[in-house]
């Protein structure tokens, strides 16, 4: 699973660390990641295509085992939208399927042995390629900046630019004109804290996942001979451990993704 450089365990991790970029972008924030787009936009595809098929095909007789998935999964996320959000769901509810489903599959390439796709695109002449998007602060900031929009605009559509400017002068506290300012101030920590919070709630407990999958990657180079056998015995034990145990936490991930999501969006259709 591990194919360990010379300079060591801490190489390896800078090494798979490293995001493929154009040759002309510094690595940083603002450099725009190929891997991480690439393979967010293939797992979209891939995502359409699946639910795409399944609903062509669609039977309202014994439905096929991929027909039941889907529509558990589709009835899964409506009834989460459901319970938050008392409106019109039919643009939230398919928004909140698409985040789930999406973010799911991106936290899922965690999965993948750490090598497997740095090796065959090495192969092919690219030297650095990281395959979780959502390990990427990029990304996640990219998705919760989305859903802050999305809020602004739900915002302003259900409470009209009047409203919804009067809103952010006058709750929480009131509507003296002492108190304008105060009130602003805390409504623009929270709308900030809302995006920062989800981006990297998602980003960090996927980044430590990857790092961990890396340490146990390790193993299996540390040593030769019998401690060396040892060595990679418990990496095959760790690497099977971990990922069992990481099915749940890039599961949850994904649900508390959505479920924020849908509740900001739900929260700029209230009124104060």
Request: charged fraction near 10%; include cysteine; aromatic fraction near 14%.
């Amino acid at each position: 699973m591990a194919s360990e450089p010379q300079g060591g365990l801490t190489e390896y991790i800078q090494h798979h660390l490293q995001h493929l970029v154009p040759h002309a972008a510094k690595e940083g924030f603002w450099a725009v990641h190929i891997d991480s787009v690439t393979v967010s936009l293939a797992l979209g595809v891939i995502f359409c295509l699946w639910f795409w098929l399944k609903a062509r095909k669609a039977t309202s007789g014994v439905p096929s085992k991929g027909q039941a998935f889907v529509e558990m999964v589709l009835e899964f996320a409506d009834g989460q939208v459901k319970d938050v959000f008392h409106g019109d769901r039919r643009i939230l509810g398919p928004l909140a399927l698409t985040v789930f489903v999406w973010v799911m599959l991106m936290n899922a390439m965690d999965l993948l042995p750490v090598d497997l796709l740095p090796v065959i695109t090495e192969e092919l002449g690219i030297k650095h390629f990281r395959a979780v998007p959502t390990a990427d602060i990029n990304m996640t900031f990219a998705m919760s900046i989305t859903v802050f929009f999305l809020t602004l605009f739900y915002s302003f559509k259900s409470k009209g630019f009047g409203g919804y400017m009067r809103e952010l002068f006058t709750a929480p506290f009131g509507s003296h004109f002492l108190l304008w300012l105060p009130n602003l101030a805390l409504n623009i920590v929270e709308m900030v804290s809302k995006p920062v919070s989800l981006a990297m709630r998602l980003f960090g407990n996927m980044y430590a996942g990857e790092l961990v999958f890396m340490l146990i990657a390790g193993l299996f180079s540390a040593g030769a001979g019998l401690a060396g056998w040892a060595l990679y015995g418990a990496g095959i034990i760790g690497y099977t451990v971990w990922g069992i145990f990481h099915i749940l936490i890039i599961t949850i991930q994904a649900f508390i993704f959505m479920v924020l999501s849908v509740v900001y969006i739900s929260m700029a259709h209230d009124h104060h």
